[in-house]
């Protein structure tokens, strides 16, 4: 997979994409992770990619045939194969771990970072394919964005985190949040980690945490519940549980 990021600050984002985990991917060969300036496919004088916005209004507003320009030539350098190009905007579909196991499939994408007013409305018309939130926020840029974005879809590609298990049983990968994670000390200011992790029963260690994602997630996240794959035992667990914590 190739996950290409369109911006004005290369520099911020490439100081994320080069550590940890995206890091070794690339260095594995696992993934192909890069940064593109849209400045330098200004081709004026001053490198200029913003003008101000027909109509008046606050702010400047980036200018279509930089952005545009920059997307083809990361088109032609992918053999004409047309990406899935992402912009960050908070019009988009809010992202979650459904929107990155779709996009995890994906051989090339293109995440597009708007700044100050966003970007001429006309060329992301011709090239956006997919308008994405990260949630009911607004930001100074896309770039944030877009690298938790890519780590959300690098992560689930085998091999990148080198067990099947570590994403599988993380939070929202069943529509549930995770349960509680302990290591040593067995005790910490007095509080002792559960026995049965102890016990070295793992179909009892499997039950008590899946019992736990879902005390978590009722507590947390209980709109999650509803859609939840959940056996008919486990819908009479939550049942349970809820009215002992009335009565509590």
């Keep these: 997979m190739r996950i290409t990021i369109m911006t004005l600050f290369k520099d911020m984002v490439d100081g994320v994409l080069g550590y940890s985990m995206m890091g070794r991917a690339q260095k594995n060969g696992l993934i192909e992770l890069e940064s593109v300036d849209i400045r330098d496919y200004a081709n004026n004088k001053h490198n200029q990619v913003d003008d101000y916005p027909y109509g008046g209004g606050a702010g400047m507003l980036m200018m279509a045939p930089p952005v545009y320009d920059c997307y083809e030539s990361i088109v032609a350098r992918s053999e004409g194969k047309k990406p899935r190009v992402l912009y960050m905007t908070p019009h988009g579909k809010t992202w979650n771990q459904q929107m990155a196991e779709e996009f995890s499939k994906e051989d090339n994408i293109i995440i597009l970072c708007g700044h100050y007013e966003g970007i001429d409305q006309r060329v992301i018309d011709e090239i956006v394919t997919d308008e994405i939130s990260i949630g009911d926020v607004v930001l100074t840029g896309g770039e944030l964005p877009a690298l938790m974005i890519a780590d959300s879809i690098m992560r689930l590609i085998p091999g990148v985190l080198g067990k099947q298990a570590s994403f599988e049983e993380e939070s929202f990968s069943e529509g549930l949040l995770e349960y509680y994670h302990y290591t040593r000390p067995a005790v910490f200011h ?59």
């Design 190 to 248: 007095g509080k002792a980690v559960p026995e049965v992790l102890l016990s070295g029963n793992h179909k009892k260690i499997e039950e008590h945490r899946r019992q736990e994602s879902i005390i978590n997630t009722y507590h947390k996240r209980p709109d999650l519940l509803e859609k939840a794959n959940l056996t008919e035992k486990e819908k009479r667990f939550i049942e349970d549980y809820a009215k002992k914590a009335l009565q509590n």
